[in-house]
């Protein structure tokens, strides 16, 4: 790990101006990413700040009715709340799906939604990766690719976005909020917050150089069968090969999010249209501009047979 100098931020506003006037610093919370990375020489800022004293650890309810989730508020007292788990099973269910409770303790709301995409050839320095070094070219696409993209992929990037909480998130039509280094805020639909690879793999999400997440915010609930499915190689502490994150309405009708198939979670309202026609008609919609490897095309037939667990799942 290279030398690097720390702060503990003292306001969100100080935070977001000083990460934007320095292009190596990092803002640090549960670190349970940045940090294997920059053990990895990843990721080398030569600065950090400590965003775990700011005072955004709270769940608050909306005036609209939904409810705001601070962006310090740790995984599991996410899951574990008692409005999400009521109101917002799919994400409670999402949250359980992913990594181990240890991990669960220290991840953040924000740091979950900014994890870096996942690919053994990015993880290996040794390897030329458009990720790390933007230009140099894309191990996985020729080489050993199972785990990778079948949808939303580009000639410099397959890799797949790793958070089973944004998946959640997707389904649900969350809004992640923001303070930029100048002060000024915003607010990001999850739809358009991660970014597909094309040319520019390296660029994860559309937030400016110290934009600081504050919060995510859920619209009011919208009632149905939550659920959540994870396909893996093993039973726990594996990322997805394919999830599906649905809210099925008794009509049949409903909203569906997919995971472990593109570089960020996977909706198409169209498909959410045939949705009642059933799994293999929503599938194929979904899954219409499909580029799959030789190595990972069973996920095309693997999102089908999830999605059809999953709307039998909600007739039960």
Same mark, same amino acid.
């Given at each position: 790990? %290279?030398? #690097?100098?720390?702060?503990?931020?003292?306001?969100?506003?100080?935070?977001? *101006? &000083?990460?934007?006037?320095?292009?190596?610093?990092?803002?640090?919370?549960?670190?349970?990413?940045?940090?294997?990375?920059? *053990? +990895?020489?990843?990721?080398?800022?030569?600065?950090? $700040?400590?965003?775990?004293?700011?005072?955004?650890?709270? $769940?608050?309810?909306?005036?609209?009715?939904? +409810?705001?989730?601070?962006?310090?508020?740790?995984?599991?007292?996410?899951?574990?709340?008692?409005?999400?788990?009521?109101?917002?099973?799919? !994400?409670?269910?999402?949250?359980?799906?992913? /990594?181990?409770?240890? !991990?669960?303790?220290?991840?953040?709301?924000?740091?979950? !939604? +900014?994890? %870096?995409? =996942?690919?053994?050839?990015?993880?290996?320095?040794?390897?030329?990766?458009?990720? %790390?070094?933007?230009?140099?070219?894309?191990?996985?696409?020729?080489?050993?690719?199972?785990?990778?993209?079948?949808?939303?992929?580009?000639?410099?990037?397959?890799?797949?976005?790793?958070?089973?909480?944004?998946?959640?998130?997707?389904?649900?039509?969350?809004?992640?909020?923001?303070?930029?280094?100048?002060?000024?805020?915003?607010?990001?639909?999850?739809? @358009?917050?991660?970014?597909?690879?094309? @040319?520019?793999?390296?660029?994860?999400?559309?937030?400016? %150089?110290?934009? #600081?997440?504050? /919060?995510?915010?859920?619209?009011?609930?919208?009632?149905?069968?939550?659920?959540?499915? *994870?396909?893996?190689?093993?039973?726990?502490?594996? #990322?997805?090969?394919?999830?599906?994150?649905?809210?099925?309405?008794?009509?049949?009708?409903?909203?569906?999010?997919?995971?472990?198939?593109?570089?960020?979670?996977?909706?198409?309202?169209? /498909?959410?249209?045939?949705?009642?026609?059933? &799994?293999? &008609?929503?599938?194929?919609?979904?899954?219409?501009?499909? =580029?799959?490897?030789?190595?990972? =095309? #069973? *996920?095309? @037939? !693997?999102?089908? =047979?999830?999605?059809?667990?999953?709307?039998?799942?909600?007739?039960?």
């Amino acid at each position: 790990m %290279r030398p #690097f100098t720390y702060e503990r931020a003292s306001s969100v506003e100080a935070a977001a *101006k &000083a990460a934007a006037s320095n292009a190596d610093t990092r803002f640090i919370a549960g670190g349970t990413n940045l940090l294997d990375l920059m *053990k +990895l020489e990843i990721e080398t800022p030569a600065h950090l $700040i400590d965003v775990n004293g700011l005072a955004l650890d709270t $769940i608050e309810a909306t005036a609209e009715g939904g +409810l705001r989730i601070g962006a310090m508020v740790r995984n599991t007292d996410l899951a574990a709340h008692e409005t999400v788990r009521r109101d917002y099973g799919l !994400l409670s269910r999402a949250l359980l799906a992913g /990594a181990s409770g240890q !991990l669960r303790n220290k991840a953040t709301t924000a740091g979950n !939604l +900014l994890q %870096r995409t =996942r690919c053994p050839y990015f993880y290996d320095t040794n390897q030329p990766c458009n990720k %790390r070094h933007p230009g140099s070219g894309c191990s996985a696409i020729g080489g050993f690719s199972r785990q990778h993209a079948v949808v939303g992929v580009s000639d410099a990037c397959i890799a797949t976005h790793p958070s089973d909480m944004a998946v959640a998130m997707r389904a649900l039509d969350a809004t992640v909020e923001t303070v930029k280094g100048d002060g000024s805020k915003r607010s990001i639909a999850i739809a @358009d917050f991660h970014r597909l690879p094309g @040319d520019t793999p390296h660029i994860e999400t559309v937030l400016e %150089r110290g934009e #600081f997440i504050t /919060a995510v915010v859920l619209p009011p609930p919208i009632g149905g069968k939550h659920i959540y499915r *994870k396909v893996r190689d093993r039973a726990s502490y594996a #990322f997805a090969l394919v999830s599906v994150g649905a809210v099925v309405q008794p009509d049949g009708t409903g909203r569906m999010a997919v995971g472990g198939i593109a570089h960020k979670p996977w909706r198409m309202e169209a /498909a959410e249209r045939v949705l009642p026609k059933g &799994a293999k &008609a929503a599938a194929s919609v979904l899954l219409a501009d499909a =580029r799959p490897t030789d190595q990972n =095309r #069973f *996920k095309v @037939d !693997l999102v089908a =047979r999830t999605l059809s667990a999953v709307i039998a799942g909600a007739k039960e």
